[in-house]
Nanobody, 123 residues
Framework: QVQLVESGGGVVQAGGSLRLSCQAS????????AGWFRQAPGKEREFVAA???????YYLDSVKGRFTISRDDAKSMVYLQMNKLKPEDTAIYYC?????????????????WGQGTQVTVSS
């Protein structure tokens, strides 16, 4: 079993930046694909980004060019660098991990979820 703990959320003005961090623990983490999701008030949780072991990345169209996902497997860490933030990026952001990319991107039956961290972008 893999446990995930996010940090780094907060309040930022539009156009600003934040970096989210996710600390993973558990014996199977090295075989997991890592991702980030978000859920805004009144909306369903949506996929934001994912990274596989070889560094291949996937992004939600609306964050391409602004967000960057990365991982440091030596530290069991996953990061989401968010630049040029917009008010519509306001949401609870969740770290997630699963051995299968398709299952992770769908956000269904995902192996592990973090507890979430709030990101608020003011206009």
């Amino acid at each position: 079993q893999v446990q995930l703990v996010e940090s780094g959320g907060g309040v930022v003005q539009a156009g600003g930046s934040l970096r989210l961090s996710c600390q993973a623990s558990g014996r199977f983490w090295s075989s997991y694909i890592a991702g980030w999701f978000r859920q805004a008030p009144g909306k369903e949780r949506e996929f934001v980004a994912a990274i596989v072991w070889a560094g291949e990345t996937y992004y939600l169209d609306s964050v391409k060019g602004r967000f960057t996902i990365s991982r440091d497997d030596a530290k069991s860490m996953v990061y989401l660098q968010m630049n040029k933030l917009k008010p519509e990026d306001t949401a609870i952001y969740y770290c997630a991990g699963d051995p299968e990319l398709g299952r992770l991107r769908r956000g269904l039956d995902v192996g592990s979820w973090g507890q979430g961290t709030q990101v608020t972008v003011s206009s």
